[in-house]
């Protein structure tokens, strides 16, 4: 398996209501990416689309090949990848094994989201089992607040508890002029305050309905020998389809696996991580995520918002450049701004919002209710 | 890059109106493609699955997971790849990346479709340019006879040169007891008397619309020494998305780039190949997929079905169990029906369809109208 390095990434601001077309949106990122990689167009050997909600909200399938068109690209191999909420993520995960495995030099890994201008919870909820889940009112919100009210319940976590995440998110999206809420200052009073959206979750507890692109090129390293930042290691992992067929709701136990599987495979240990940009899609997710992953007991995980370890001169910082929570949850997109978010980090071009010279990154994606569950590791 | 084998395959009856859902589908022809293997379903490393529909039939994404935990491989990686109505090619092709680089040593490909219970009129529309093509009426059917009226204008074909593509596929559907049509005998009158859809393509000029499910699995030829059927090479590329984009509407670019490329990769000869699984969606496709291969010069593809060439003792054998036309096109699963037709024509196991002591069997998959286009080379 070849070495595989990032030569280049773009994104476009997150927005609500994007004035462009959907395809307008991922061609820009995939310029954008191929301009900042250096490379010339026709060196790109394929390129892998990530989207959810197109089929829907578009009437257009068949995204990967339209968007290369789009893109000047018509020619090279292009297809979708695709783990409903994790789509971007699948996309990576195809690039990562195109290019490992030497069928393609450069790939490219791109992700389109175009979900504002229509009420995408319906769409959204087809992540969910549509036979046994979404027959009985599921959605991704419900489920998310029915698995908080049982973590509440069984933790018996303070009033606020999870306040932390979204004040931590807003704070990492000042400065980030991609970030949906690059602007938006937001106190523990505003998020506390906040209307409940499905009760225990409060609006500030939920990313945001938003659009956006984003692009990523990977190539092979030694082809890119100056390319600073690698990815140690590619993982997919899925869980129990169904929340309820799970051992305990409250584990997320693919995640866990997927993580453990990724720091073995790459030889590094969980403390070398100095950062991890998770899927906290819902401010309940990433506290479980931060305990799957180990950073956290079970039921502790809140307390590392609570505390300020997650914040950016915290033990494990995460969502460093606002996240999914307020840089925006674009869902197809989403890993790929993820992606260049870590790399900004590594390379030390990320502003404002710049971590103390970090060396490993660690991202994780989540298809459904960590149903499917993608985990690599960049390092410098 | 690792050499692939295939070790097993399962295919399902192709009908309509299955009594199965969905799920049961995908996960029955996963358990039948792992016990043709001889492995312990916990040997999977990796599923992957194609499929167009069910965001808009079954209101359900995210099926790879939902079928790893219906087919018992929860825990196992699980991601849908997509192409339009090449999804189980592009399935395949990610299975053939993920072997090839080492991320899995066994890994599936699978594919299912269920649509024949509604009319999939426009999601298949989907495959083609939402903005510019649909609302002028475009569906895949009426590009189809779009492009058949230009061929028999700018060809001058003679009235009913296209009937031996039928009569071919229909008899060769006799026996496979997985055919939609395996016991429909197919006369040319039949063919050329039948109604007109969208002229100037008559119903017998379509493949029909039905469901099924198939799968193969996938291994490293150095842990399988005794598989026989290798993959030689595997290539996707793509045209201009949109038809009045292209040079020539009646030549499949890519379709012929994909089987150059081909070819060269894997240094196999035109002539060498005894025998060629196309994508005869429609007649006509079948008829420019020949020519774009080199079997036939530009105009005359058609001669190719009305002289024998295609037929199982002719030249170039294609649809040697039915292909799309009669043994059926349940979109996401078809390419996969073709991998296992393969295997048995290059295993002898193919029954009153075998071939003669095939060495070498080429496979094509179009999403929309030739515009991705996945082409896979097997060998004993």
Known sequence: MRSVSIIGTGQLPVKKRHEATLRQLGAAAVREAIAAAGIDPADV??????????????????????????????????????????????????????????????????GVEKMSAQVPTQPLA???????????????????ARVMALYNQTY??????????????????????????????????????????????????CSPICDGAAAVVLAASDLFPRAPVKILASQVTTDRFRLLDRTDPLVLEAAGRSIAKTLATAGIRREAVDFFELHDAFSIVACLALEAAGFAAPGQGWRLAADGAIGRDGRI??????????????????????????VAQLTGTAGANQLPEPKIGLMQSFGGLATTVLTHLFSL
């Open 156 to 205: 018996r976590t303070p009033s606020g508890a999870f306040t932390g995440f979204a004040v931590n998110a807003h704070a990492n999206a000042q400065g980030n002029e991609n970030a949906l809420f690059s602007g938006k200052v937001v106190t523990a009073e505003d998020v506390f305050s906040s209307r409940f959206i499905v009760p225990p979750l409060r609006l500030f507890d």
């Open 45 to 110: 050997d394929a390129l892998y689309l990530g989207n959810m909600l197109a089929d829907e909200l578009q009437s257009q399938k068949h995204l990967a090949a339209l968007i290369a068109d789009e893109a000047g690209l018509a020619g090279v191999e292009a297809l979708e990848a695709r783990a409903a909420t994790a789509s971007g993520a699948a996309a990576l995960r195809v690039a990562f094994l195109a290019v490992a495995c030497g069928a393609a030099d450069i790939a490219i890994a791109a």
């Open 126 to 144: 087809k992540a969910l089992d549509a036979e046994k889940e979404v027959p009985d009112g599921a959605t991704m919100v419900s489920q998310s």
């Open 317 to 342: 910082p995460i969502s460093t450049r606002g996240g999914l929570k307020a840089r925006g949850h674009p869902i197809g997109a989403t890993a790929l701004y993820q992606v260049g978010d870590i």
